[in-house]
């Protein structure tokens, strides 16, 4: 079992900066790719971002590429998102997630095997 909790969210102002956390528990997790999601109201999930287990390879959705910068420690069993030029579009609850699946599945949202409970960011314009 992994579980996963976020935390770093918060208000910001467009333009400014957060970066989120995800620490993650249970024996296995540091095997597990790991993924950002986010949810805007009325909106469905939309992949941000992921990262190999060990960290080597990465994969951004186009929203992302340029601002954001998915990293993992795995000795705190950690997984961070830097979001750097937050733009009100960007206001949404994101999500971390734990993947079993290779790079290709990484934007797929059901092929994550655990989630955390999310983390609200709001941009102020």
């Known amino acids: 079992q992994v579980q996963l909790v976020e935390s770093g969210g918060g208000l910001v102002q467009a333009g400014g900066s957060l970066r989120l956390s995800c620490a993650a528990s249970?024996?296995?997790?540091?095997?597990?790719?790991m993924g950002w999601f986010r949810q805007a109201p009325g909106k469905e999930h939309e992949f941000i971002a992921a990262i190999s287990w060990g960290g080597a390879s990465t994969y951004y959705a186009d929203s992302a590429k340029g601002r954001f910068t998915i990293s993992r420690d795995n000795a705190k069993n950690t997984v961070y998102l830097q979001m750097n030029s937050l733009k009100p579009e960007d206001t949404a609850v994101y999500y971390c997630a734990a993947s079993a699946g290779g790079p290709s599945t990484w934007p797929l949202r059901d092929k994550y095997d655990y989630w955390g409970q999310g983390t609200q960011v709001t941009v102020s314009s």
């Open positions: 249970g024996r296995t997790v540091r095997t597990y790719a």
